[in-house]
């Protein structure tokens, strides 16, 4: 029993990949499922119709590897943060579907608690802010807005939870209504200096605590699969959200160890060791792993469009056929020109928190074209984690000197990736497992198994495929991030 089953739950789509004794990534499957946009910032999902996805991709990955369940050591499960199922524990329904982190319809509601002075103790408690795109103030709205919903939590009938806990209630058959501290941790009712669920919080929210799940380290016994699911029972033993298994995926387990992840969007981790630091500077704090009952915190800085500001340049304006033309373009983009793409399409996230603004496109010229606008939208990648990497070292004295490890999609982009290494002025590191995500999640599940190494041993074989140092001067660097600052200045819409 060496192979250990992760399951990543990504936004988009669900994940299976086996990893064999050696840790190293084997037979996978993947599956798409439906986004559902009801209203203008509404996003929601179907859970049911995750479930079945998630189903579907273990089978196939077994099937694939040509691997039995009954020779799998642990199931490891990663997954998209903040969004919020809440289910009827007598029938397993959704009593709604599912409300997605990006959805914004609970704008409103925190502008009102804001306006109420509620921000520093929620900062306090969660290291979160109050903003729509953490599931507090969803869960408050299927309460307040589902039929019945309010009168069957007040009864015990509901259940709620992070699309981890829904998973795990599925395949345990209904016996395990439990999370791990990092998914808990992004709920905004998580009090992650105390490790536990806040009182308060709940209250202010008109929130039943018993519709919320107990919460465990990442590396513990969360349940055992139903042997209909896949053919076994296999016990899952290690969870965390996709953001923090990326962290310990890409072997962040010393303070001021740094990660990036360039998917649709852009999350990145700096780890803090025992230290919460309070944001000054509208970082959030978290938690990046909990082990042995004993969280490590981080500051996170996340960015909405990353990746998804190419999909923009191939689906909204249609001036590439794939993403990989990028890089050659922004290569052969006019240098005199300076173009800032501020991809603000859905606002703008840390450290600005504007959920209002929308894109603008500055510096434009008659000769401005597909090349310059590639470029722009390259860098725009690059700029935003330039960001975050100021508001994180003013927060905190023990960021170390910028070195980031990256992964996801976009990290394939040489270009990208050495503008990124320009404008930090600091070493970019991309890994040779890109796998970070899930192979994170498989080690903690393997290494609660004891078939996989200490974090110590997992850390060892961490290996770097390239490098990308810094080309750029530093009197160019400073006049670049300048215009970058300027054209963010303009873009906001409260300045
Ligand atoms: N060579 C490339 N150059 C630029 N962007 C890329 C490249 N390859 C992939 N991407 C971007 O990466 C993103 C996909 O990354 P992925 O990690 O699969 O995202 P997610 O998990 O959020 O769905 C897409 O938005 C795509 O535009
Ligand atoms: O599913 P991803 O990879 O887009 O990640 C989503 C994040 O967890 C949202 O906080």
Not at 25 to 37: D, I, V, W
Not at 73 to 80: D, F, R, V
Not at 323 to 352: H, I, K, N, S, W
Request: include cysteine.
């Amino acid at each position: 029993m060496t192979q250990v089953l992760a399951i990543d739950q990504g936004t988009t789509s669900s994940r299976a990949i086996l990893f064999g004794a050696d840790m190293a990534p084997g037979a996978s499957a993947q599956q798409e499922f439906t986004q559902h946009y009801p209203a203008s910032g509404w996003v929601e999902h179907d859970a049911d119709e995750i479930w079945d996805s998630v189903v579907a991709t273990c089978r196939a990955a077994l099937e694939k590897g040509g691997v039995a369940a009954s020779d799998v050591a642990a199931i490891g499960i990663t997954n998209q943060r903040e969004t919020v199922v809440l289910w009827d524990r007598e029938t397993g329904k959704p009593v709604h579907r599912a409300i997605v982190w990006q959805d914004r319809r609970t704008a409103e509601m925190c502008a009102r608690l804001k306006a109420a002075g509620h921000e520093a103790m929620v900062q306090e408690k969660t290291g979160l802010l109050l903003d729509p795109y953490f599931s507090g103030t969803k869960l408050a709205w299927l309460l307040e807005n589902v039929d019945g919903a309010r009168a069957m939590a007040e009864a015990g009938r509901l259940a709620f939870g992070t699309v981890d806990s829904w998973l795990i209630w599925k395949m345990t058959g209904g016996a395990a209504h439990v999370t791990d501290a990092t998914n808990a941790a992004r709920t905004l009712l998580y009090n992650i200096r105390e490790g536990r669920w806040d009182a308060e919080i709940c209250d202010l929210l008109n929130i039943p605590m018993g519709v919320l799940p107990a919460v465990k380290d990442c590396a513990a016994d969360f349940g055992v699969t139903d042997p209909a699911i896949l053919g076994a029972a296999i016990p899952i033993l290690g969870v965390a959200g996709d953001q923090q298994a990326a962290t310990v995926g890409q072997a962040c387990f010393q303070p001021g160890m740094l990660k990036s992840t360039y998917g649709t969007g852009c999350f990145a981790l700096l780890n803090t060791g025992d230290t919460l630091v309070r944001s000054q500077n509208r970082m959030l704090g978290t938690i990046a792993y909990q082990f042995d009952g004993k969280p490590t915190y981080a500051l996170e800085g996340s960015i909405f469009i990353a990746g998804a500001v190419v999909q923009w340049l191939r689906d909204g304006l249609k001036i590439i056929g794939s993403a990989a033309e990028t890089g050659p373009m922004a290569e052969a983009a006019d240098p005199g020109q300076r173009l800032y793409l501020v991809p603000a399409f859905t606002g703008l996230g840390a450290p600005y928190w504007d959920p209002d603004c929308r894109g603008a496109i500055h510096g434009l010229v008659r000769n401005s074209g597909p090349a310059e606008f590639a470029r722009a939208a390259l860098e725009s990648v690059g700029y935003q984690t330039r960001d975050l990497w100021e508001a994180m070292t003013a927060d905190w004295p023990g960021a170390g000197d910028g070195t980031v490890r990256v992964d996801g999609g976009m990290s394939a982009s040489d270009w990208t990736m050495q503008f990124l290494a320009d404008i930090l002025g600091a070493p970019v590191d991309r890994p040779k497992v890109l796998e970070t995500t899930a192979l994170g999640a498989a080690w903690i599940a393997g290494m609660r198994a004891g078939v996989y190494p200490d974090a110590d041993g997992f850390a060892a074989t961490w290996a770097v495929d390239q490098t990308f140092t810094p080309r750029m001067d530093d009197a160019e660097r400073s006049s670049r991030y300048a215009g970058w600052q300027d054209a963010v200045a303009r873009t906001l819409s409260r300045r």
